[in-house]
């Protein structure tokens, strides 16, 4: 089953904890400190695999964590940090945030990597707090929580050549003469409901992967029959090949037809047009095919080489697969179409304070705020301590005063609550 989308929730591992711990050899008397860090959390990590074509594992399975960090121990001794979680995926998989719908990365090279959700910081021991006043530290860090996110899989395909054209051109039917695929011919619309690759072996030194896109019509870049669901696949070819039918058709209708995929590619992105394109004329052997090629030529020769073609009966392919090499000799490799406006950087920095009434809640956010909040012991009045005066020293209770915040009233950070009480 050929799957080219998929939704997935990933989150990494959780740091591991911070050890209270002191020195208690017997020939030590006031033995310092000896609380040793936590190991860091393992990321999860997207890897492009060539040896991928569908995402169809991400649709039995939606939910990946990686491993939290060991705790640390006594005698300052450092938890293991957890393995990265490696998630394979298909060469060409764009990864977009599922709720901002965002492009993380586009993955089109092997073995090009993307960490999706990093782990958390393992947190330190109290051996890391002793200080001339303070030598002997009663607390330590909680490991900080690793990232969380809901991830958009979009698989486009990476192909050489690109086959476009209306439902029942013939483009699956050409693509099984030119190649080892196989795709499923009939003759009704929309026989084709996945895109299909092939490999074109013309000699040892002249090859190149052809890609049947399912059939255009009229609206497709609104999402009209499948034409929304596969135009993304197009944006990664380097030639486009429009495969036209000639045959039983009147001249006005061939170019009816030319034009009505081209528009659709205006449509969903002008780039595309800009792409070398080539015509295809394709059942030269059925009744009028012939005189609709020179119809054809005659109005689109100026602009396009066109090649007279039967897919079915195999006639004139070779000069049109040798010009494809040709043209591909030429050409840089094909960067993928993008739209600058959806890109992210996957780790912005938050500005350092930000409070936020909602309701009878102040609610307080910064990335460094946040982070302290979470790796704070709240079971150790010593920890808690040190956290407020962190809060006083980043400012924070002067911004809850200046939003509002009287004595008494709930102040969220994170998942923590508190009861705002001015110093």
Known sequence: MFYDEA??????????NGAVAFRREKY?????????????????????????????????????????????????????????LILRVPVGTVVKDAETNKVIADLIYPGQRVVVAAGGRGGRGNARFATPWDQAPTFAEKGEPGEERWLLLELKLLADVGLIGLPNAGKSTLLSRISAARPKIADYPFTTLTPNLGV?????????????????????????????????????????????????????????????????LNHYSPKLLERPQVIAANKIDLPGGEENVEFVKANLGASYRIF??????????????????????????SEPITFEEEYEEVHVRKAPVSVVRQGNVFLVTGTEIERRVAMTDFNNEAAVRRLQRFLKRTGVEEALRRAGARPGDIVRIGEQEFEFQAG
Do not use: C
């Not at 939704?7 to 591991?16: L, M, P």
């Not at 169809?56 to 990265?84: C, I, L, M, W």
């Not at 001249?251 to 037809?257: D, I, T, Y």
């Open 7 to 16: 939704k997935i929730y990933v989150r990494g591992g959780d740091g591991g």
């Open 28 to 84: 030590v008397p006031r033995g310092g400190p000896s609380g040793g860090d936590g190991g860091r959390g393992g990321s999860v990590i997207l890897e492009a695999d060539p040896g991928l074509r569908t995402l169809v594992d991400f649709h039995y399975r939606t939910h990946y964590r990686a491993e939290r960090g060991e705790h640390g121990q006594g005698k300052n001794k450092h938890g293991r940090s957890a393995p990265d």
């Open 200 to 264: 074109v072996r013309l000699d040892e030194e002249h090859s190149f992967v052809v890609a049947d896109i399912p059939g255009l019509i009229e609206g497709a870049h609104r999402g009209a029959g499948l034409g929304l669901k596969f135009l993304r696949h197009i944006e990664r070819t380097r030639i486009l090949v429009h495969v036209l039918e000639v045959g039983m058709l009147t001249g006005e209708e061939v170019l009816r037809n030319f034009k009505i995929v081209n528009e659709e």
């Open 308 to 333: 007279p073609i039967s897919a079915l009966k195999g006639e004139g392919l070779e000069p049109l697969l040798w010009h494809l090499a040709e043209l591909l000799a030429g050409l840089p490799e």
